[in-house]
């Protein structure tokens, strides 16, 4: 066996093995767990049979297979950087609309502690402490 075939089996199962254990340990969502068991099939697979790398470039004209290599990886580092940029502007919208309801809702409650009764107006609940202070 070459080295080559040993260090891809290696970075295959050491990509499964961490995915698994994330998976576990439920810090990993399992959406993205797909995409990353795929990539470690994938390094499995062009590990164990090579010539599926070499046929792949004959296939599509690429003279080196390393570079068919470098460029699929490469796409797939994109393609994965744009998901995460994607779920990334999602999340900043949904907090910045969190936020705004949080300040509405203190609002709401400082209004009415003003304007209630001493017995009524929910004088007796604090608000949380706000953290942009």
């Known amino acids: 066996m070459s080295s080559t075939v040993t260090l891809g089996l290696i970075g295959g199962l050491v990509v499964m093995a961490v995915l698994f254990e994330m998976l576990r340990r439920q810090t990993l969502r399992e959406k993205y767990a797909v995409t990353w068991f795929l990539i470690a099939v994938a390094c499995l697979a062009i590990a164990v049979f ?3 790398l070499f046929g792949a470039a004959d296939l ?7 570079n068919l290599l470098f460029f699929v ?3 797939v580092l994109m393609v ?4 995460h940029s994607y779920e990334l502007g999602r999340l900043e919208e949904k907090t910045r609309t969190l936020a705004e309801d949080l300040a509405i809702l203190r609002m709401e409650v400082e209004a009415s502690r003003r304007d209630g009764p001493e017995g009524q107006g929910g004088a007796t609940v604090p608000l949380p402490p706000d953290p942009d202070v």
């Open 60 to 66: 599509l004209g690429v003279a080196v297979p390393a």
């Open 80 to 83: 994965l950087t744009l998901q």
């Open 73 to 75: 990886a490469s796409i």
């Open 50 to 52: 090579p010539r599926l």
